[in-house]
């Protein structure tokens, strides 16, 4: 302490305690995209297979969304720090992963609700006795 005291450490204690603010900050920014991350790293589409009509459908959308939009409000969060700098390609590479994501699963979403309703007329289209009536071959 005295040594620092020497050096005359105690002129300069508004600069010392703006770089270790700065520093706190881009720590936190660095854990953040860390645990991001690992949120993300191992992350699987919930898929149930439906035996009725013989296809994968995916669950857990709400879930998805949910952490998806959270995922990027943290982001959002660490963009607007003033200590975002030196993270700013990894911030954007992670809002752009998501963003796809978010796109995909939305696109799935649909996807799959057209799958099931299609799948849904054609069963009862062929379970109709007149269809059965015409097609005398189907059970």
């Excluded at 849904?120 to 009536?133: A, D, L, P």
Aim: aromatic letters at 8%.
């Amino acid at each position: 302490m005295k040594y620092l005291l020497a050096l005359g450490t105690s002129n300069y204690e508004e600069d010392i305690r703006v770089v270790c603010s700065k520093a706190e900050e881009e720590e936190c920014i660095e854990k953040g995209l860390s645990v991001l991350d690992l949120d993300w790293r191992n992350e699987k589409l919930p898929m149930t297979h439906c035996t009725e009509d013989d296809i994968e459908i995916f669950t857990g959308t709400d879930a998805a969304l949910k952490k998806i939009d959270n995922s990027l409000d943290k982001l959002a969060g660490m963009e607007a720090s003033p200590s975002s700098n030196a993270f700013v390609i990894e911030i954007s590479s992670w809002q752009s992963k998501l963003e796809k994501l978010l796109s995909f699963l939305n696109k799935l979403i649909d996807v799959q609700f057209e799958l099931v309703s299609f799948n849904v007329r054609i069963v009862i289209i062929f379970k109709s006795n007149s269809m059965r009536k015409m097609f005398k071959f189907i059970n």
